[in-house]
T-cell receptor
């Protein structure tokens, strides 16, 4: 199993550009989520999904869109990048049942200039 | 939203010393998870606590869930350089796993 994979690993965008961060898991997990991590802020939940076709907002959803058309994939779209979106983005997945252990991907480091 | 504070924010210890990080919530938690993140890495699941007063051990790590389920702690006995990283507590109410601010541990030889 590859686990949770994320692409790209690094990305530099200009303000106003759009892009999609890819996340895929091969563990047949129902639950998937996106976090951003900023220095001193811990990890903050952006969006999550409890299954294909179902998504919901987390703590900091503004400026991001998600969709879940398959169990395996959960892409995160930045509609119009802003410098405030410079961060490290982590995707995670879990079975959704106890003990809800989250498996994290390696992260994408995004810089918006 | 869920308010979870972790203290201390940073901790430097000499190798062999003990280390404790505390997680405090303003509301009662149904459960809480702990994660470790090595520098430059991603969070890795350590454990989940569910029951009031629960204590779980993993080798040198001891995890506790308070009787009122509003606080939790992670204690490391005789730290080693491999313990370096940031430790996060993470409550998991209603499908939204939220993380505390974390405690960054540095271990010096």
């Amino acid at each position: 199993n590859a686990g949770v994979t994320q692409t790209p690993k690094f990305q530099v965008l200009k303000t106003g550009q759009s892009m999609t961060l890819q996340c895929a898991q091969d563990m047949n997990h129902e639950y998937m989520s996106w976090y951003r991590q900023d220095p001193g802020m811990g990890l903050r939940l952006i969006h999550y999904s409890v299954g294909a076709g179902i998504t919901d907002q987390g703590e900091v959803p503004n400026g991001y869109n998600v969709s879940r058309s398959t169990t395996e994939d959960f892409p995160l779209r930045l509609l119009s990048a802003a410098p405030s979106q410079t961060s490290v983005y982590f995707c995670a997945s879990s079975y959704g049942g106890t003990p809800y252990e989250q498996y994290f991907g390696p992260g994408t480091r995004l810089t918006v200039t | 939203g869920q308010q979870v504070m972790q203290i201390p924010q940073y901790q430097h210890v000499q190798e062999g010393e003990d280390f404790t990080t505390y997680c405090n919530s303003s509301t009662t938690l149904s459960n809480i998870q702990w994660y470790k993140q090595r520098p430059g890495g991603h969070p890795v699941f350590l454990i989940q606590l569910v029951k009031s007063g629960e204590v779980k051990k993993q080798k040198r790590l001891t995890f506790q869930f308070g009787e009122a389920k509003k606080n939790s702690s992670l204690h490391i006995t005789a730290t080693q350089t491999t313990d370096v990283g940031t430790y996060f507590c993470a409550p998991f109410p209603r499908n939204k796993l939220t993380f505390g601010t974390g405690t960054q541990l540095k271990v010096e030889l």
